[in-house]
């Protein structure tokens, strides 16, 4: 099955530095790569996702590159603010009907220093 | 914004007892999850649900495990006789389509002794 990775597993900045997140998987018939962020004691929430035909997806802060040949995938926040501290996970599938199963990585926990 | 609703947030139960976790999925959203994380570990996935039936499972969802949408709102995770390492923050999900993106409960926090 997928197998995900995730480095590092913590990760201070000082508020406005860039934060990069990176997760390699296994599966070569994955091709759907959501990242989550959760707050302590909250529920995953989706900040971005990218899908195996795209290289590249940014919103606003928030930027996703990937790189199918080396199977892995990158997060990253630029001008860090206090409110992205949390614990942020990738996770990657094989979109399939009928189902959407996530391998999730360790995930990082982000601390913005203000 | 709609969002996926659990009860409870948070059980605590005895050993071998039974647990019935609830979930509400977004209104129009037609495939369903049960994810778990162990404290201080990654979310796991459990089962996904579509059309009234299964369509994967985990090896953690073994025989003790099962889901039901009983009525067309609910859907329910029932751990027939619990362990110890059954403790976990149990979260549902939904997804508008089977390609579509989950969306998280708050999570059902369920604590064995």
């Known amino acids: 099955g997928e197998n ?3 480095h590092p597993s913590t990760l201070s ?3 406005g530095d860039s934060a990069v997140i990176k997760c390699t998987y296994s599966d070569s018939a994955s091709n759907y790569f ?3 962020k959760q707050e302590l004691g909250k529920r995953p929430q989706l900040i971005i996702d990218i899908r195996s035909n795209v290289g590249e997806k940014k919103d606003q802060r928030i930027a996703v ?3 199918k040949t080396a199977k892995h995938f990158s997060l990253h926040i630029t001008e860090t603010q206090p409110e992205d501290s949390a614990v942020y996970f990738c996770a990657a599938s094989v979109s399939g009907a009928g189902s959407y199963q996530l391998t999730f990585g360790k995930g990082t926990k ?3 220093i203000p | 914004e709609p969002e996926v609703t659990q009860t409870p947030s948070h059980q605590v139960t005895q050993m071998g007892q039974e647990v019935i976790l609830r979930c509400v999925p977004i209104s129009n959203h037609l495939y ?3 994810y778990r994380q162990i404290l201080g570990q990654k ?3 459990l089962v996904s649900f579509y059309n009234n039936e299964i369509s994967e499972k985990s090896e953690i969802f073994d025989d003790q495990f099962s889901v039901e949408r009983p009525d067309g709102s609910n859907f329910t995770l029932k751990i027939r006789s619990t362990k110890l390492e059954d403790s976990a923050m149990y979260f549902c999900a939904s997804s508008l389509g089977g390609q579509g993106r989950l969306f998280f409960g ?7 002794l």
């Not at chain 2, 708050?106 to 064995?112: A, F, K, N, Y």
């Open chain 1, 4 to 6: 995900v990775e995730q």
């Open chain 2, 32 to 34: 369903f999850y049960w």
């Open chain 1, 13 to 15: 900045v000082q508020e």
């Open chain 1, 110 to 112: 982000l601390s913005v």
């Open chain 1, 34 to 36: 959501p990242w989550y």
């Open chain 1, 65 to 67: 590159t990937l790189n």
């Open chain 2, 43 to 45: 979310v796991e996935f």
């Open chain 2, 106 to 112: 708050e999570g059902s926090r369920l604590t064995v």
